[in-house]
């Protein structure tokens, strides 16, 4: 199975990492975890990013807040998905993070997830992966089949079918 490369521009973005950690252990997705800024370690980053394929990744979740140039930077130095969790970190409440993110020049994409969403960063990331591993697919399948059951299972009890 592909790994995930977990990529944070300050480790004071961990508990947001920690969301998308956890989701990928939930699925039994290897993962790597790595402080990189686009803007102090930029060869690093960039080393990072041009050698992912390569070395087993699949896709790049990378967080960042203020300037949030970090997943524009993965991204323009790899052909893997990138997804973009914009970290909520100043006086714009991740507002400046989200536009860093989400506004990429054509031919360079990333997926952007909500301010802080690294969970939903991690489910692409399975998503992605998934369209080559049909045991992954199953359980991604899983838990959205569980997901509509407790939203039904609470209109039954607010309508009083139990």
């Known amino acids: 199975m592909k790994r995930v490369g977990i990529v944070m521009g300050s480790d004071s973005d961990m508990p947001i990492a920690q969301k998308a950690i956890e ?27 041009a050698n992912a394929e390569a070395n087993g990744f699949g896709v790049i979740i990378a967080l960042a807040g203020k300037a949030a140039h970090l997943a524009g930077a993965l991204a323009a130095n790899t052909l893997l998905p990138v997804i973009g969790v914009p970290v909520k970190s100043s006086t714009l409440d991740g507002l400046d993070a989200l536009l860093s993110t989400v506004q990429m020049p054509s031919g360079i994409p990333v997926a952007t997830v909500a301010i802080d969403g690294a969970a939903n960063a991690a489910i692409l990331a399975a998503q992605i992966i998934a369209v080559s591993d049909p045991d992954l697919a199953e359980k991604l399948k899983n838990e959205r089949e569980a997901a509509a059951e407790a939203v039904l299972a609470k209109d039954a009890r607010l309508n009083g079918a139990e």
């Open 23 to 49: 989701r990928l252990e939930g699925y039994g997705i290897p993962y790597e975890v790595h402080i990189y800024s686009a803007h102090r370690t930029p060869e690093q980053a960039k080393g990072f990013a």
